[in-house]
């Protein structure tokens, strides 16, 4: 999805809300942002390197993310392009992606095609 926040495409991700699990969370998220409903289906890998992991946004505001990356299912729903929070959605090869991706998304999509048996702690 590309992001109304900061103009770059990106995995959909959020934040979880009070009395809400992960798991609720990712369905909430990925619904609200792109319309799909959605089931997890495993944990790909925790990610916290702050030389991907600190983002700068532009009216200055500093943060540094602790991501849990999941891979997930399509199950339901209707892909919308556009939202509050979304400019555009779509689908990419892997090998094609937009150049003004954030720069953490190809690691955890790398990580996410790998299909391994463990998840990663980068």
């Known amino acids: 999805m ?3 926040d900061n103009g770059l495409w990106g995995i959909p991700s959020g934040h979880v809300e009070p009395g809400e699990s992960v798991e609720e969370a990712i369905i909430r998220e ?6 799909l409903i959605v089931k997890v289906k495993r944990l790909i890998g925790v990610y916290s390197d702050p030389g ?3 983002f700068s946004y532009p009216n200055g505001e500093v943060s540094h993310f602790i991501t849990t990356c999941f891979e997930c299912e399509v199950v339901g729903g209707t892909l919308i ?3 509050e929070e979304t400019l555009d ?3 990419f090869d892997f090998n094609c992606l937009p150049k003004n991706i954030l720069n953490m998304h190809p690691r955890w999509l790398k990580d996410a ?5 463990i998840s990663y702690i980068r």
């Open 2 to 4: 590309r992001r109304v």
């Open 30 to 35: 990925i619904c609200e942002e792109t319309g």
């Open 52 to 54: 991907s992991q600190v």
């Open 81 to 83: 392009k556009e939202g």
């Open 89 to 91: 959605v779509d689908y």
């Open 113 to 117: 095609l790998e299909k391994e048996k």
